[in-house]
């Protein structure tokens, strides 16, 4: 985040325990569907690259790498030691945070290896270079295995973060929780649970209550996300 603004909202819902929000900006990429996967994953690394200029220069700016593929392509068109002492210096700061999954993936056409298998890079990663995991992040996509709370924390993680499509879009999904009920606890049916956060408007949610470059805070707030979000900070 650049410039960080404070904000007071006079709200009922506001408890003095809760000393700041935080805005993270984070990366979703439609990896070849648009272009040849080459020029996909030089594209993906461009992105890095950036994020990485923007933490040098703005103390106060953060990113996310959505998936361990991106993390992963980076590592492969990246040779300069610099660099990469830099972005690893950056994410064992917290200055950037990399989602364990392997890629946004339709959970539901696969077994139950197959989801434990999503994980497997975050763990190399971990064990070759020290970079913790604690979130999953899968965007853009209509729906979840009920397999993944059990693989996420066989895996040592505590948080699953979606962008699940919405109810209108092209492929109809959406969700019945509303959002009073956010987060929430995911329980497999093993009993292992995972701390849940569904984006309603999907991975671009924040531009639909102008959060964009030209947009205002007081758009949030209209729109009631303002109250949504210091009514789950509460909990």
Known sequence: MIGAMVIHLPSPHISSRIKYVYVV??????TGFDHPLDEMEEWCKRIIDDAIDKCERYPDFKWTIENTWQLSNWFKRTREKEKIDKLLRLIREGRIEVGAAWDDVVTDFLGYEDVNRLFYKAGYFRRAYGINFS????DDVPGYSITIPRAMAAAG????????????????AGTSIPPSDLPFYWEGPDGSRVLTWIS??????????????????????SHGSARWTLQIIKR
């Open 200 to 221: 309603f408007g999907s991975y671009g949610e924040a531009t639909s209550k102008g959060m964009n470059s030209g947009g205002k805070w007081e758009s949030l707030i």
């Open 135 to 138: 979130t999953v992040i899968m």
């Open 25 to 30: 900006f984070t990366s979703h990429i439609d």
């Open 157 to 172: 993680l505590k948080y699953f973060l979606t962008g699940i499509n919405p109810l209108h879009d092209y492929w109809g």
